[in-house]
């Protein structure tokens, strides 16, 4: 190796160090450590008696005085292009059944989403007063429903990942709680639709992409990976911002949900104006 190309090699591994180093101190990772949220990282927001604290995790406990109770943070900060982002989250109590009040009552119990040129995507582990629940991928642009599987998990994560223009998501729960039946599946958008949760269309699209990922899922299912969940979304390369949440829809319902260990494995990030 002569002279030039070692002086090459060095220029290159010194760059490569200066970014990992500066991308170390300037990611906005959070473990929610102590009793203070870090209002340089995080905006909070708490409506209908719900609350939002810390202590060495990030709690949103909701309220049964109200309707519509909720909270949730919202980075302060936004990712510039790709980016790969996960977040571990834990239904701690209050996860049981309860009488419908009106059509639409739900328990989002974890959410993680991104907002990209005012429009919403997420993940929400959900449950309807019936005792249906599972993972729901949700985009407004794509029609509300895009993806559902059936677990019963209260304790898992959530990935979201955006390369180009195609927006990504994935989840990681134990493999005991992952279901991967067809009768199962059938059954539970059966009575989706029929309690009027969703549409003829919905039931259409979501057992259709359930039917399409049997068999990798079933193979998945055991090994306790991440797993894709619906397809890419085609988005805008816009700047990003972040959520996580939990709620009480239109019921008067309590519960107790938990974030932790917030890392981003790919990005760049501002803060914004």
Do not use: C
Request: no cysteine; aromatic share 10%; glycine share 8%.
């Amino acid at each position: 190796m002569n002279k030039h190309m070692v002086l090459n090699l060095i220029g290159v591994l010194v760059m490569s160090l200066m970014a990992m180093t500066i991308g170390a101190t300037t990611l906005p990772n959070d473990t929610f450590d102590g009793t203070v949220i870090d209002n340089n990282k995080w905006e909070v927001y708490a409506d209908g008696g719900a609350t939002v604290t810390q202590n060495d995790k990030l709690i949103v406990s909701t309220s049964k005085d109200y309707l519509i109770s909720k909270g949730n943070v919202t980075s302060r900060w936004e990712f510039l292009r790709d980016f790969d982002v996960q977040v571990d989250w834990n239904i701690e109590q209050g996860w049981g059944n309860w009488l419908r009040v009106t059509q639409n009552d739900h328990l989002d119990g974890a959410v993680m989403g991104v907002s990209i040129n005012d429009r919403s995507y997420h993940l929400t582990r959900i449950r309807f007063p019936e005792g249906y629940e599972g993972i729901l991928l949700w985009a407004p642009s794509e029609g509300g429903w895009v993806a559902f599987r059936v677990v019963r998990a209260m304790q898992g994560q959530f990935r979201i990942a955006r390369s180009g223009v195609s927006l990504s998501f994935m989840y990681k729960i134990d493999p005991k709680d992952l279901i991967v039946d067809r009768q199962q599946e059938h059954s539970l958008l059966v009575e989706l639709l029929k309690t009027g949760i969703i549409t003829g269309q919905e039931f259409g699209k979501l057992n259709e992409e359930l039917m399409k990922s049997y068999n990798e899922r079933l193979k998945e299912s055991k090994r306790g990976h991440w797993q894709p969940i619906g397809k890419s979304i085609v988005v805008s390369d816009s700047s990003a911002k972040l959520y996580l949440y939990a709620g009480s829809i239109d019921t008067y319902h309590v519960f107790v949900t938990s974030f932790d260990n917030f890392y981003i494995n790919l990005g760049l990030t501002t803060y914004g104006k």
